[in-house]
Nanobody, 114 residues
Framework: QVQLVESGGGLVQPGGSLRLSCAASGTILSFNVMGWYRQASGKQRELVARVSSGGSSNYADSVKGRFTISRDNAKNTVILQMNMLKPEDTAVYYC????????WGKGTQVTVSS
């Protein structure tokens, strides 16, 4: 059993920053890939960023240069630093962790609005 708990969502003005954190716990203590998806209202879930256990990262084109993903393998945590936020970043952000299976957090709401 694996639990992923996200924190750090909220309401922020355009141009602001938020830091999302996700902590994994349970019977599996290491993951090949960890990262974040998001789902805006009425849209499909999309990959935001992911990072491998070796530190290689990938980003959606829409967030490159604004978001930074990092992970602490010893603590089984993954962090998404979001800067220069835009209204179109508004979504529920879901943490995931994957080996042969993929595990999901429950999601945290990020709202970018003035």
């Amino acid at each position: 059993q694996v639990q992923l708990v996200e924190s750090g969502g909220g309401l922020v003005q355009p141009g602001g920053s938020l830091r999302l954190s996700c902590a994994a716990s349970g019977t599996i203590l290491s993951f090949n890939v960890m990262g974040w998806y998001r789902q805006a209202s009425g849209k499909q879930r999309e990959l935001v960023a992911r990072v491998s256990s070796g530190g290689s990262s990938n980003y959606a084109d829409s967030v490159k240069g604004r978001f930074t993903i990092s992970r602490d393998n010893a603590k089984n945590t993954v962090i998404l630093q979001m800067n220069m936020l835009k209204p179109e970043d508004t979504a529920v952000y879901y943490c995931f962790a994957a080996n042969d299976m993929i595990y999901w957090g429950k999601g945290t709401q990020v709202t970018v609005s003035s």
